[in-house]
């Protein structure tokens, strides 16, 4: 971006954590060479969530725009690899399944492998979903390699991965990585902004009665929404009516399983719990509604399910699902969970941040701050939010399980009218429709489809067109590849210790 007479000189990052420190890494690799000056204004006494330490495939892609080591990464967030959610008690108590990352087959289309595998299924020669992929054999049988092959021919290139990371240490990393490269800090509690006779943000007003001037500004203040709620008053929209969930209490706890290199999500009475794997210890969660489980309830069913000693005492958050009307106000953007927030069931709220921050650069303002350019970054950020809503209300709202108020409750709302189109749709033709800005690709509805035994009442046609036994041969020698191709992998675990990590 080269710098013009209109050009934005002084951006101001309101909080630190995972979002200010994403925006303030990406933000000074983007902008190397431009006369922009970049501060982050955070107070160190204000701690960070860090509840959010699962993450989606997209993370690797913003560590080569930041042109970050992979291993120095992992060994200072205390990492490992992730390659899938697996669901415990979701359908049914008793029922696992997985949602791995990538695609199912191999050089084949989603719709084509979709109608074989469901035509199979209605055949009576069902087969578990993850053996027709790359990620979810790895992530059942425990295995990781290095990274996607370069070997076009190679199943392995279908391998898709992500992390599990320290939140706190990520955001110490980024940091580091931001202030080597010009991003000024600034120790302070903000309390107060100014405004000019636009309604633009003018100055942040800190406790010590410094003021904070800039001509563009980044809200990363949390929950606390300091800017874009409490000065410029962008209403909130409540989605607890579809995802009730509203408390999570946290801990982490020593490590005494094995290293699966997947999050595990337990459905519970009222909500749901994760196991998140780092090198060095282990997250827990338990994610519920307040209406139906009291917090000391909650919090004494955490600690009695943990497999290790918990390392600190359990913290209680408190959220409500929804997102801000308008994340870009004038001449402010709030980014992480100050533009909204969506439980972390599917590891979305790092991604969120990255995605934010990909749209901003896309359409990155002068001072004129034309209001066209926010209009368009609100409407894809809205349409981007919703998708992953009824991605997770699908979880709830398709679970056959009726052993609590909360799951019933799940079992019988309204949808929102975009998850009732999807669900119809695959129901009456095994088609999974996609909109504009989606998250989770067809790959991934299907794995919680079959996972929570929606079941389409016929299957695509056009597998019918091509020749059976042609089709059912290329097929089983796809599965024998992945297979064969999986099996050279070595154990996660022993991965990590080959890489110095362990």
């Known amino acids: ?49 860090g509840v959010g330490e699962a993450t989606i495939p997209s993370l690797p892609a913003f560590h080569r725009l930041l042109e970050v080591d992979e291993r120095e990464f992992l060994r200072a967030t205390r990492a490992t690899f992730k390659l899938a959610i697996q669901f415990r008690d979701w359908g049914s108590i008793g029922e696992v399944f997985l949602h791995p990352f990538g695609p199912y087959g191999l050089d084949t289309q989603h719709s084509l492998f979709q109608a074989y595998w469901l035509k199979r299924r209605q055949e009576g020669n069902p087969s578990p979903l993850e053996e027709w992929s790359v990620t979810g054999l790895a992530a059942s049988m425990g295995r990781f390699g290095t990274r996607p092959s370069s070997d076009e021919s190679s199943p392995l290139r279908n391998l898709s991965y992500a992390y599990h990371l320290d939140a706190v240490l990520y955001a110490r990393f980024l940091r580091t990585y931001a202030e ?66 509203d408390r999570a209490v946290a801990v982490q706890c020593e490590s005494a399983g094995n290293l699966a290199p997947f999050t595990q999500s337990t459905a519970r009475e009222c909500g749901w719990q994760w196991r998140i794997p780092l090198q060095h210890r282990v997250g827990n969660g338990y994610v519920y509604s ?70 901003l650069f896309a359409l990155f303002p002068d001072r004129d701050f034309d209001p066209a350019i926010s209009a368009e970054y609100n409407r894809l950020t809205a349409l981007e939010y919703e998708r992953v809503r009824d991605f997770l209300i699908l979880h709830y709202a398709a679970s056959k399980r009726d052993d ?6 799940c079992r019988t709302m309204p949808l929102p009218e975009t998850l009732t189109y999807k ?62 191709a999986v099996q050279m992998l070595p154990a996660h675990a022993n991965f990590l210790e080959e890489m110095g990590l362990r």
């Not at 994403?22 to 983007?30: D, N, P, Y």
């Not at 919090?299 to 009695?304: A, D, F, I, Q, S």
């Not at 009307?325 to 533009?339: F, I, K, P, R, T």
């Open 1 to 49: 971006m080269h710098p013009s007479a209109r050009g934005v000189r002084n951006l101001v990052i309101v909080g630190g954590g995972t979002a200010g420190w994403m925006a303030a890494a990406a933000l000074a690799r983007v902008l190397t060479g431009s006369s922009c000056e970049i501060t982050l204004v955070e107070s160190e006494a204000i701690g960070t969530i």
């Open 180 to 245: 080597n490269r010009g991003v000024r800090r600034i120790e302070g509690r903000v309390v107060g902004v100014t405004k000019d006779g636009r309604g633009f943000v003018e100055a942040l007003c800190l406790q010590d009665g410094r003021s904070i001037r800039g001509d563009f500004f980044i809200d990363c203040s949390g929950f606390e929404a300091l800017v874009i709620d409490k000065a410029l008053q962008s209403p909130y929209i409540d989605w607890s009516h579809w995802l009730p969930c």
């Open 290 to 359: 307040s209406a139906h489980l009291s917090d000391d309830a909650a919090n004494t069913k955490l600690l009695e399910r943990l497999e290790g000693a918990p390392l600190s005492d359990p913290r209680l958050l408190r959220f409500k699902a929804g997102r801000r009307m308008q994340a870009w106000v004038g001449n402010c953007v709030a980014l992480g969970l100050a533009a909204g927030f969506l439980e972390p069931l599917e590891s979305t709220s790092i991604h969120l941040v990255q995605t934010g921050l990909g749209r």
């Open 404 to 409: 609590t108020t909360f799951w019933r409750a």
């Open 423 to 484: 669900r119809e749709l695959f129901e009456r033709t095994g088609v999974i429709a996609m909109m504009e800005e989606e998250t989770f690709l067809p790959a991934s509805w299907l794995a919680i489809y079959a996972g929570l035994h929606v079941w389409p009442e016929r299957y695509q046609p056009i597998v019918d067109l091509l020749a059976p036994g042609e089709v059912a041969g290329r097929f089983e020698a796809m599965r024998a590849t992945i297979r064969k």
